[in-house]
């Protein structure tokens, strides 16, 4: 394909191709990601550099047997020997009724900056070097960047969906150690998304001026001295790979295996009154169509603690019966409480602020154990010292059931939205 040709016509060229060759359904997504990035290492400015990547995906059906294949080498040659080795694929493929591809979805998305403003950039990353050394000198930024992404693709199927995507935003990243003489931290990182780098500082944006407090404070971090049973707090981040957990439950591979402990469960109540999580697919980066190319309309999961949606794919509709809730990949929102998070954390008498929470997969019931990450012991209300070899077990699923409290505050990171959330009756060790 020629490489002037546009997105739509390199779809609209390779869906041809694959309706030729025999496809029963076929779909075509041509795409391209911009990026403008002022990358800092090491405390310092480091290189401005762009970059583009062409891609073409495709997915194909013949006789209920699927393949999918994706190629960055979009030549006339290459596209049609990626076509006919997707056809060679999908004929050995295993038969599944439950198949099929993207029908009659129209949509043609227009969102965020679509140019990059090379000089607020430079200024962003000048910000966040000079909020580093004046506030937490004592941090090491070993990676970070400022960046403009765009993203422009064309989602063509023989099923007439026709899907147009011009999405644009801005991402600011930081991500480093902290040292005081021979005392070192452990990693720490965090990002944001925007529509406008003016509407905070660099540090302002998904949490990177509280990372990078925190990190400095965690140089100097301790076991417990026992055992105990008390609260956790969860940061945003934190917050993130519980409701991660959830989302999962929620999905096609747990719903097809019959392993989800919510399957049965909609219209009951599986989290506390206090929490409710519903998507912003609008959110900065976030374009509202699902991986299998269906426009994903708003959508709550809880509302006050009960769960109001499964969120199977096309597939896993088909597979399971269950009725298809497409999701983006990405915009979630929990509503903030009206806990101050000072109030919140003096409320904790035995407990941990937790940075990151590592569950690994934890068992069919939601048992695990893990150990938690850039955290800090709460005593008597009062945030200590850092925490280092913890861990923590109980039950996931029960979490969601014993949040005691929800933060007024929040962080934004784009993809998310999220509190703090106080859960009792977790182990320590």
């Known amino acids: 394909m020629a490489a002037t040709m546009s ?46 990547v062409d891609k073409l995906a495709l997915a194909g059906i013949v006789d209920g047997r699927m393949a999918a294949t994706e190629l960055s080498d979009l030549s006339d040659d290459a596209v049609r020997s ?76 023989s099923g007439g969906s026709d899907i147009g995507c011009r ?24 990002e944001g998304t925007t529509n406008d780098l003016r509407a905070a500082p ?27 049973v008390g609260d956790i707090v969860l940061t945003p981040p934190a917050v993130a790979s519980l409701l991660g957990w959830l989302q999962g439950q929620l999905s096609d591979m747990h719903l097809i295996a019959g392993s989800s402990l919510y399957r049965e469960r909609l219209g009951q109540a599986v989290a506390a009154p206090l929490l409710s999580l519903k998507s912003r697919f609008d959110a900065p980066g976030v374009a509202a169509i699902s991986a299998d190319g269906h426009v994903a309309p708003p959508v709550e999961l809880l509302r006050d603690g009960v769960l109001m949606n499964l969120t199977p794919s096309l597939y896993g509709s088909r597979k399971t019966g269950l009725r298809q809730v497409p999701i983006a990949g990405a915009g979630w929102d929990v509503p903030a409480g009206t806990t101050p998070l000072a109030e919140l954390l003096a409320g904790v008498r035995h407990g941990a602020l937790v940075g990151r929470l590592s569950m690994g997969n934890p068992a069919p019931n ?39 409290a929800v933060s007024r505050e929040r962080i934004d990171t784009g993809g998310w939205n999220l509190p703090w959330l106080r859960i009792g009756g977790m182990h320590f060790s």
């Open 7 to 52: 997105l739509h016509d390199q779809a609209e060229q390779a869906l041809a191709l694959m309706k030729a060759a025999g496809f029963d359904a076929a779909r075509a997504e041509a795409s391209r990601l911009s990026g403008t990035e002022l990358n800092l290492a090491h405390n310092e400015p480091s290189l401005l550099r762009s970059t583009t």
């Open 82 to 157: 990626a076509v006919s080795a997707l056809f060679a694929d999908a004929r050995t493929a295993p038969q599944d009724d439950a198949n099929a591809l993207t029908a009659g979805q129209h949509a043609d998305l227009l969102q965020g900056p679509q140019e990059a403003d090379e000089a607020r950039l430079a200024d962003k990353v000048a910000e966040l070097l000079h909020f580093r050394e004046t506030e937490t000198p004592a941090m090491m930024l070993e990676e970070g960047f400022v960046s403009h992404q765009r993203l422009e693709s064309k989602l063509l199927s």
């Open 167 to 190: 999405l644009g935003w801005y991402r600011v990243t930081a991500f480093g150690t902290a040292r005081i003489g021979q005392r070192v931290s452990s990693f720490n990182y965090a």
């Open 202 to 228: 660099a540090q302002g944006f998904g949490g990177i001026e509280p990372m990078l407090r925190d990190t400095v404070r965690q140089v100097d971090a301790q076991p417990i001295a026992s055992k105990f």
């Open 366 to 404: 939601g048992d695990f154990s893990g150990v938690i990450k850039n955290s800090f012991l709460v005593e008597g209300g009062t945030v200590g010292p850092a925490l280092r070899e913890v861990m923590v077990s109980g039950n996931i699923a029960r979490m969601l059931l014993d949040v005691l």
